[in-house]
């Protein structure tokens, strides 16, 4: 991997940096859908926590397409794919006792999901 | 991969240790700015880290974990000097408590 640029190490302490990539890849799911979190083990770097493998939630926003961080770790490309902002009621997750206002968002790859039967 | 590190939905850790995070973040940022390695790279050699250690050390001791792994692999540096250096400074600690 290159060395950043000197000139360009102050800006990106300033701001950070994106992993977003020109919007290239056809989108699997929309707004509104319903998915399934694939119920997958690799035995590499993943974005994926266990506790949402195998669980449905809803697609509620399509954030572009960004570079796929499992494939970066490794030296195996970009890869690049849709990111969805994926909701999961507390109750899928975590049983009947949680609480029905509560639930988590999770930034998935479009690799990560199914679409629910 | 499954390991320690995936601890979403876990229960009876404390908050996270900070005292460190200024220090530790220079280093990150000096071997990123390097070219030794990403993010993704950095979060993976972390989970790599065996599970015992992993729990027993704070968060910011995983990120100083990662980053002297990746100096090494990168050779930036060798594991012969990173302890040589160690013991230099821990020499120089006895001498001058503070």
């Known amino acids: ?37 694939r119920n997958i083990h690799p035995i590499n770097h993943t974005r994926l926590p266990r506790y949402v493998r195998g669980k449905r939630g809803t697609v509620r926003a399509d954030n572009g397409t960004f570079s796929f961080n499992d494939t970066v770790a490794h030296g195996l490309g970009h890869q690049p794919q849709h990111v969805y902002s994926v909701r999961f009621s507390a109750q899928e997750l975590w049983g009947p006792d949680a609480s029905p206002l509560d639930s988590v968002y999770i930034d998935l790859f479009d690799r ?4 629910a039967p | 991969m499954n390991g320690v590190h995936d601890m979403g939905g876990l229960q009876g850790f404390g908050p996270i240790d900070r005292e460190a995070q200024e220090r530790v973040f220079a280093l990150f940022f ?8 990403n993010i993704d790279m950095f979060r993976a050699e972390i989970e790599r880290m065996p599970g015992h250690e992993y729990l027993r050390s704070s968060y910011y001791e995983h990120w100083l974990h990662a980053i002297e792994a990746l100096l090494i692999q990168g050779g930036a540096v060798t594991h012969a000097e990173l302890q040589a250096r160690i013991a230099e400074l821990q020499a120089a600690g006895r001498k001058e408590p503070h």
């Open chain 2, 30 to 37: 000096g071997g990123f700015a390097g070219g030794f390695y």
């Open chain 1, 1 to 37: 991997m290159p060395a950043l640029p000197l000139e360009m190490v102050a800006p990106l302490l300033a701001t950070g940096a994106s992993t977003r990539m020109p919007n290239t890849e056809p989108a699997r799911f929309k707004p509104g859908d319903v998915v399934i979190a």
């Open chain 1, 112 to 115: 990560y999901l199914d679409p």
